[in-house]
């Protein structure tokens, strides 16, 4: 077989591998190889975070509360055809790091914004419009209605408690007055506390025990009164009062910046009317007529 040399490689320097390596990468850069190096032809759009960027360390390519996305292409209906990546249950992840322009380490984003990131990704892929079908929990005929995903706008909250550039916030326990510095659950927090809740289902099994609970907040809480420990912590959360543990959940669900994706349901059956639907996610989200 022939060698073929071409006119970027003179024939007479002998590059090391380090430096085919470096040549190699400015090229791939140059010639559009790493999409999110290059202006991308695809059209894109920019989206507003429901965290504003609030969150984020000063510096962070999302602190300025927005980030860049495409419109999905066929590549991205590769992803979303993959059977491998559905088995792995990771398909969603790998469409949205495909469709993410904004530079930025994808383990950091906060699960708050992925929230918006995932519908932004529905609306540029296939449109606002996302039909649902839905049992009347009046009546239980089901009904058909289309629910425009744009009207989605962000949970009510009271900003002023927050500092932008701070990525935790405080909290103190009513009964064991214990203050808690707690931190807003990124997508790699996400996959720890699913490896954990994995971990200790093997270890819990004669017991029957369910420790999700208990496991998503020893990674909201980073520290108990001023301390780090990661023990001090795990025991914190093992031996808190119930009425702790509700307060410390209700004051999330209150203060965390999000997407309100309810909607108002009419039932075409019987009148039943619900102003505070949950948005049911179907396969026909990212798979429309499956």
């Known amino acids: 077989m022939s060698k073929v040399v071409t006119d970027n490689y003179p024939a007479g320097k002998q ?13 791939s850069v140059n010639t559009g190889a790493l999409e999110t190096f290059q202006k991308i032809d695809v059209p894109t759009e920019i989206i507003d975070l429901p965290s504003r960027g609030y969150f984020y360390p000063e510096g962070h390519p999302l602190s300025s509360g927005k980030i860049e996305m495409k419109y999905m292409t066929a590549k991205e209906e590769d992803i979303l055809s993959s059977q491998n990546l559905i088995k792995q249950g990771v398909v969603i992840d790998k469409l949205l790091q495909s469709l993410i322009i904004t530079r930025i380490n994808y383990n950091e984003l906060l699960t708050i914004d992925k929230n918006a990131v995932f519908i932004a990704a529905r609306i540029l892929g296939y449109g606002k419009d996302y039909e649902v079908e839905i049992a009347c929990p009046s009546c239980g005929e089901k009904t058909k209605q289309v629910v425009d995903l744009q009207e989605f706008e962000e949970k009510e909250i009271d900003w002023s408690k927050y500092t932008k550039g701070e990525t935790t916030h405080k ?17 790699g927090d996400e996959k720890k506390i699913e490896d954990d809740t994995k971990a200790s289902k093997k270890l ?10 208990t496991t998503r907040l020893k990674h909201v809480i980073v520290a108990v009164n001023g301390d780090t420990d ?10 808190m009062l119930s009425r702790d543990s509700l ?7 209150e203060t965390t910046p999000d997407i ?12 039943y009317e619900q102003e505070k639907m949950a948005l049911p996610i179907g396969v026909g989200f990212f798979w429309p007529g499956v």
């Open 15 to 27: 590059l090391t591998d380090e430096e085919i390596k470096a040549k190699f990468l400015a090229e």
């Open 171 to 187: 909290f103190t326990t009513p009964i064991g007055k214990k203050e808690l510095t707690l931190k807003f659950l990124t997508h």
């Open 204 to 213: 819990n099994k004669i017991s029957g025990v369910d420790t999700d609970l």
């Open 230 to 239: 990661k023990s001090l912590i795990s025991k914190t959360v093992d031996t």
């Open 247 to 253: 307060a410390l959940r209700t004051h999330l669900k």
């Open 260 to 271: 309100d994706t309810t909607f108002t349901f009419d039932c075409t059956s019987c009148d």
